[in-house]
């Protein structure tokens, strides 16, 4: 795949921008109420919701100033979100092995049968939309998702410093 530079950018008139920006408005209403059903239904909030998809995303236990950082929420924020996820026996606090002053959020193990069902909708329309497109027309597809998300994560965290 080359990269954007290779690509090059072109004029995108004014009609374009604004249908696109639209579409993007709607997408992320619908996206933050999808996901806000799903916290309230797991119990939580939709800001520990995203803070425990932000700790299931990882392969390590996250310090509380990682996913700090990770979600642009103070870590005085966090340490109650880890108290409420905790609470609810989604994550717990331990040590750091390499350094015992640490501690680490560590996700528990959990029963990921008991909420598939939640997401089974949502899968189920992906795929639907995705069999509307050639492989070639997904791959750009999955080049604009990319540079979206890559562009509107600048933006998201545009000025946050969390340490």
Known sequence: MSTSAERGTYPVPPDELARF????????????????????????????YKCLDIAMRVDEPLTAGQIAKMSGLSTGAVTGVIDRLEKHGFVRRV?????????????????????????MGAMESMHNVLSRF??????????????????????AFAGLDNG
């Not at 015992?100 to 069902?117: F, G, S």
Request: hydrophobic share 35%.
């Open 134 to 155: 050639t492989p070639e027309e997904r791959e750009v597809v999955e080049r604009f998702q990319r540079v979206s998300i890559e562009g509107f994560r600048e933006e």
């Open 21 to 48: 920006a639209n579409m993007a408005r709607e997408m992320s209403g619908l996206t933050v109420l999808f996901h806000s059903r799903i916290a309230e239904q797991m119990g939580v909030s939709a800001t520990d």
């Open 95 to 119: 040590r750091d092995p390499h350094d015992r002053r640490k501690v680490l959020v560590e996700v528990t193990k959990m029963d990921e049968t008991k909420y598939a069902h939640m997401f």
